[in-house]
């Protein structure tokens, strides 16, 4: 390897991952004329657009609005501060901004196809969706589900800088759910990895994992224990550096642990869905491409 490679090889492993795709977002705004503020208005670091429709390819459906505002992570904000949909390096904007479209379209063909997923029989897009788990206890939100017209789903985990921006071991598998579930049986593998990540997670340092086992329990809850009724995608900017490759390590090493379990899950990056789309949409389309390209590639 030359010299100069070795430099740039060097400079991608010490990138700050999470102040990259910031500043990414940041330029993007700047191109655009778009004002920014902080989550604070007037104090906090400059990464919120001051209306949430200027942080969106088109106004959100009145359906997915109302998704949001019955979720549970206040994205819409309380009418004085930005909401966090509103930050550029939202993921729950970059979903909106991906999916929504296609909401209302009939023909849902390309994303289909663009995800990897059965395009024929798809019912409608829903979003922020529950499957609970146990009784009197908050369940976790899907982000987005295809519904199938045959009782099919297919349910995304979108991510954009949080793997980066925080530790997950502050998130390990919580001991109520050993009891609460009544179906560890089917699932061995995963059972021993919740197992190994309560109370603390000290086996992910990038992947959420325990959230993502408790979106498999709620869809097999919902799917009357019938694995082959559902798959879960884990959707997520892929980075260069020793961040990006850590992370990528662990989604392999979920994928093994899951796949044992008859468990249908896959993975697939924004930027790979994005080319997808570029490659699956005709013309008609062109506005959305290039929107979703020039933010996000």
Known sequence: MGWFWEIIFKEMILVDTLKYLKQRQQIWAKR????????????????YTETLN??????????????????????????????KMQALHSSSALTVNIFDYWKDIEDKTPIAKSLLIPSTLIKNIGFE??????????????DVVFNYKNGYCCAIECKFTEPFSKRQREYGFKEKYFDGFR??????????LATLISLEDKAFEKLH????????LGLLASCNYQK????????????FGDEGCKHEKEIAEFKEIV?????????????????????????????????ISERYL
Request: charged letters at 25%; glycine letters at 8%; one cysteine or more.
């Open 259 to 291: 796949k044992k379990d008859g468990i249908a899950f896959q993975a697939i990056t924004w930027q790979t869905l994005i080319c997808n789309l570029y490659r699956n949409c005709t013309y008609e389309h062109d506005t959305y491409i290039k929107y």
């Open 228 to 239: 082959n009724k559902f798959r879960l995608i884990y959707l997520y900017y892929g980075v």
């Open 129 to 142: 969706k529950k499957y609970p788990i146990l009784e009197n206890s908050i369940h976790p939100n899907i």
């Open 54 to 83: 200027e942080n969106l390819f088109k106004q959100m459906s009145q359906d997915t609005n109302e998704c949001f505002k019955s979720g549970d992570g206040n994205e819409l904000g309380n009418g004085t501060l930005p909401g």
């Open 209 to 216: 994992a325990a959230q993502l086992i408790k979106h498999i």
């Open 183 to 192: 179906k560890w049986d089917i699932v061995p593998e995963i059972y021993k």
């Open 32 to 47: 655009k004329n778009k004002k920014l503020i902080g989550s604070q208005c007037d104090r906090g670091e400059k990464l």
